[in-house]
Each structure stands twice: as structure tokens, then as C-alpha cells.
């Protein structure tokens, strides 16, 4: 599966993003999915994660309540909803996939994913 992230921008703390993530090539309901970011000089880390049907999501303590992950398998997507935006979440973000199927709660690792997107570059300014 080929992913495209797309819906970065620079944007004013406390606004708010969309990203988004399309999928091509293979049926993505297939797949769980995640999105993970990495700041300048700062290693990957774990955003939040959706299981192949999206009854269950995962999320970061850093961004909980703020960021909602959902999908629509229909589009072939999953989106990464990013409320009350701080400049601390600055950072390309990228969105993976597996063809596993793990409890979600399993999904934070960067290793559990086969497949990766390019990264979209998110600048919360203050």
C-alpha cells in the first residue's frame, strides 16, 4: 500500500489542522493505521493509532483530548483531527500502516508498521 499525507501548514497556537492520509493500492480496511511526528533534532514518537475498523483508537498523553484520529475506509483514508495546537507539536507528521492486527494498545511502537507516508510538516507559531 502507498501512503500520502497531506494537510500541513503553519498555523497560530490554540487553531487548529486536519491531516490527512490516502491509501492506494490495496483495500485499506485491511489495515490499522498511525500517525506518528518527529520534531527537529528530536527522535519519532507516537501520535495515535486506529484499528482496521475504527472501533478503537490510541492516542499519545501528549495529545489527548486535543488531536482525534478517525478513518474512512470508503476513502480509502484516515485523518488526524488537531484541535488547540501548541507550539510543542511542531514536527513533520507521518502516518503508517500494518496489515496486522494487533489490540490497539499495541500500534504505539514505529517497528509495528510495514508501510510509511512521506510526512506533511506541521509550524505552530506562538
Known amino acids: 500500500v502507498q501512503l500520502q499525507a497531506s494537510g500541513g501548514g503553519l498555523v497560530q497556537a490554540g487553531g487548529s489542522l486536519r491531516l490527512s492520509c490516502a491509501a492506494s493500492g490495496r483495500t485499506f480496511s485491511n489495515y490499522a493505521a498511525g500517525w506518528f511526528r518527529q520534531a527537529p533534532g528530536k527522535e519519532r514518537e507516537f501520535v495515535g493509532a486506529i484499528n482496521r475498523i475504527a472501533y478503537s483508537t490510541d492516542y499519545a498523553d501528549s495529545v489527548k483530548g486535543r488531536f482525534t484520529i478517525s478513518r474512512d475506509n470508503a476513502k480509502n483514508t484516515v485523518y488526524l483531527q488537531m484541535n488547540s495546537l501548541k507550539p510543542e507539536d511542531t514536527a513533520v507528521y507521518y502516518c503508517?500502516?500494518?496489515?496486522?492486527?494487533?489490540?490497539?494498545?499495541?500500534?504505539?511502537?514505529?517497528?509495528?508498521?510495514?508501510?510509511w507516508g512521506q510526512g506533511t510538516l506541521v509550524t505552530v507559531s506562538s
Open positions: 503508517a500502516a500494518t496489515r496486522s492486527n494487533p489490540i490497539v494498545g499495541n500500534l504505539r511502537r514505529s517497528g509495528a508498521y510495514e508501510y
